[in-house]
């Protein structure tokens, strides 16, 4: 029974968490066995589902099964698991960077006290990831989308203790609220339009083209809300820098390679929805855009190890959607499957340097490459990678992106000059952390086996996914000569194409970029501290992020609290002070001046009863005739 | 056979002496007692058209109303001596203090 198989891989991590929460706790050892088992299971699971899913993009049935949940009204809503080529992708990088890291974890959490509940939360994750992944409606997904930021905020506060860590945790969940705000809205929308949450329903209906259009642009428009807060795409990708206060491996699980990417995925998983209205579908392309350019100038002034490998992050999630926003979903969840192999590498990689040196700052590295060669090595890789430099991943995958792109003037270029700004800081991160002579403190050694192992099986998954995308074979692994197009579009499959000039032009760019970075801070061709005196201005705005995080605190702290100081004096003044207290005024007024009436005396009283009587009387009596 | 217009007289009259009673008496147990005439007064007149429609609403309700007296009784001369008991005397013109 194939269709059931998906429901193992969603429950497996989910039977980890009770596992450990009940029984494990104190067994930090058995904590981490139960977990990574889990893990591997789903792994080995989702192997018997590569064959049936991709071939239901050439047309064959997707692997479905789904249970009644509730249904109101019309409404009805199951629980239902939906694989096809895109959900395969989905679920290999998932369960295989999630085992790898989970691998890796053992290493680097090694030692922390809450390590089985490090665990714990890894097992809840990957459970609600993969529910992401398997949903086949709206509402399933979006129970799971909440259930993946209940773990990032988790995990981001792991370390509660410290204040940072639990505000960037506090940070991340209200950020993704604004988004998943707009995510209801969009999921009610859809059904209002479309009188189904079921992804298949909806696309069907679409495909016959009789929804109105307006609920549609909007709703378009307010899923991708919800992409945007979990994507971390400008204007709500404040909360993605800050996350980096958890522990590393989930930085480079949770806020690289997966959960990030679920805002991406979503965008492919309802992709007719934006391609009806091509409006949307712009709007998607720009934000990507901007994200992208904007992050990546930021990139190149950070200090901090991880935060430079943020801000890369939230650039190329800005290409990911931006190249989805192009119209080509296929090169957006591309750029998706090798951006996390090669991030999660280098997260783990910086993850590595961090253990060694005990510090974030790449001015306190340096010289790495003869103590830590592994680690060194396969950063080179990850960084190459990044950088786009053939023939590793993210040439192939940016390259896709870029020739989606080139279609848009305004677009190709936000995607050239991002792929400049990203060689050139991924040069200087590499040229500074690891080159030149050692400016630590403590002696740094290469890290444990079970750190540098999962580093060099994604380095090589970051040297060789790119091939997939090319339609070229990869050695042991891949002997099909049809690219990545072939097993997720939207409408039919298509084969590799290649656009020479876009490919060149962004080789050249790339390797221009990396080459400036390791003249400027390798060979001390310019001096950045001349340049950063001569461009102060730019500086200043660069380090702080363009003032966002100032923007949104002005916004929190004039904005809001004035308007809810303007809120309160309307409730207190007019709506207490006037209409209640007034009405309560008016009650005492008339009370006093009708008190006399009561005089305690019986007689007067029973008199006022009997000549009230005797008046009725006499009405009824006059009144009769 | 006494006319209908008898009744009348002395059902009304019984009443308005009963409420003459309860209206110009401070005393407590007078007053109660001028209760009870002017609802012998109702009763009376209750029977009277019973007897005149030959109708038996009139006699079961006249029938009721001495079931609710008698039990009024009971309760309203236990309150009578409550008050004895609190104020030394049943004057009902000194029971002012639910004045306004």
Redesign the interface.
């Known amino acids: 029974m194939i269709s059931l198989l998906p429901w193992f891989v969603l429950f497996f991590p989910l039977l980890s968490v009770l596992i450990i929460t009940l029984f494990t706790l104190r067994h930090p050892r058995a904590s981490a066995a139960v977990s990574i088992a889990a893990c591997a299971a789903s792994f080995v699971l989702v192997l018997p589902l590569i064959g049936p899913g991709l071939a239901a993009s050439h047309g064959g049935a997707p692997v479905t099964h789904r249970v009644p949940w509730l249904s109101v009204g019309g409404l009805e809503i199951g629980m239902g698991v939906h694989v096809d080529g895109l959900t395969v992708f989905m679920l290999l990088v998932v369960t295989l960077i999630g085992l790898l890291i989970h691998i890796y974890s053992t290493g680097y959490m090694h030692g922390d006290k809450g390590f089985s509940r490090y665990f714990a939360f890894m097992s809840l994750f990957m459970f609600s990831m993969l529910g992401i992944v398997l949903a086949d409606n709206f509402i399933q997904i979006f129970i799971f989308w909440e259930l993946v930021g209940l773990s990032s905020y988790l995990l981001i506060g792991f370390w509660y203790e410290k204040t940072a860590a639990s505000d960037a945790g506090k940070k991340a969940f209200l950020v993704n609220r604004v988004g998943d705000f707009g995510f209801v809205l969009g999921i009610l929308l859809v059904f209002y339009a479309t009188g189904t949450v079921n992804f298949q329903e909806v696309m069907t209906g679409l495909a016959g083209g009789h929804f109105a259009t307006v609920p549609l642009f909007a709703a378009a428009v307010l899923v991708f809300t919800g992409a945007v807060a979990k994507s971390a795409q400008f204007p709500l990708h404040v909360w993605l820098p800050d996350a980096m206060e958890g522990p590393t491996p989930v930085s480079a699980l949770i806020h690289a390679a997966t959960m990030v990417a679920a805002g991406v995925y979503l965008l492919a998983r309802t992709f007719p929805l934006f391609a009806a209205e091509p409006q949307a579908l712009l709007i998607v392309a720009y934000i990507g855009g901007f994200t992208a350019l904007f992050a990546a100038t930021v990139a190149v002034v950070q200090n901090d190890i991880k935060r430079v490998l943020a801000y890369s992050t939230l650039s190329q999630l800005g290409y990911m959607v931006m190249g989805i926003g192009a119209g080509s979903m296929t090169a957006g969840m591309f750029h998706l499957t090798t951006h996390a192999c090669f991030k999660a590498l280098l997260f783990l990689g910086a993850g590595s340097v961090i253990h060694a040196v005990h510090s974030q700052d790449i001015w306190d590295m340096g010289g790495l490459f003869k103590r830590m060669p592994i680690t060194s090595w396969t950063f080179l890789i990850g960084s190459l990678a990044l950088a786009g430099i053939p023939p590793f991943a993210g040439f192939f995958s940016k390259d896709e992106v870029l020739a989606a792109a080139s279609h848009y003037p305004v677009l190709y270029l936000l995607g050239t000059a991002t792929a400049f700004l990203t060689a050139f800081y991924v040069a200087r991160l590499f040229t500074v952390a690891f080159l030149g002579k050692p400016r630590q403190q403590v002696h740094a050694h290469e890290s444990p086996k079970v750190m540098t192992v999962p580093l060099m099986i994604l380095a090589a998954l970051s040297a060789v996914t790119g091939w997939l995308g090319a339609g070229m074979p990869i050695p042991f692994i891949f002997a099909s000569d049809t690219g990545f197009g072939s097993f997720v579009h939207s409408g039919h499959p298509h084969a590799p194409e290649f656009h020479y000039s876009v490919m060149i032009i962004s080789a050249l760019v790339a390797v221009a970029g990396a080459a400036f970075g390791y003249l400027v801070y390798g060979r001390g061709a310019l001096d950045p501290a001349r340049v950063k005196d001569r461009a102060w201005v730019l500086y200043v705005v660069l380090v702080k992020k363009y003032f966002m995080d100032e923007f949104y605190g002005w916004l929190v702290s004039a904005v809001q609290q004035g308007w809810a100081r303007l809120c309160a004096w309307f409730d207190r003044q007019v709506l207490i002070g006037t209409f209640v207290n007034g009405l309560a005024a008016i009650t005492r007024w008339s009370g006093d001046k ?10 007067a009283a ?2 006022i009863m ?1 000549g009230g009587a005797a008046a009725l009387l006499l009405v009824l009596l006059l009144g009769g005739n | 056979m006494i006319s209908i217009g008898s009744f009348l007289t002395v059902g009304i009259l019984l009443f308005v002496i009963g ?1 003459a009673g ?3 008496w ?1 005393n407590l147990l007078i007053l109660l007692m001028s209760i009870e005439i002017m609802l012998n007064g109702i009763n009376l007149l209750f029977v009277a058209y019973a007897a005149k429609w030959q109708h038996l609403d009139g006699q079961i309700f006249a029938l009721f109303v001495m079931l609710v007296t008698a039990a009024e009784v009971a309760v309203a001369l236990a309150l009578a001596f409550a008050v004895f008991k609190r104020k030394g005397n049943i004057d ?2 000194q ?6």
């Open positions: 009708t008190r006399r009436l009561q005089t305690g005396q019986l007689h029973l008199l009997g | 409420l309860v209206l110009f401070r009902v013109s029971l002012n203090r639910l004045n306004g």
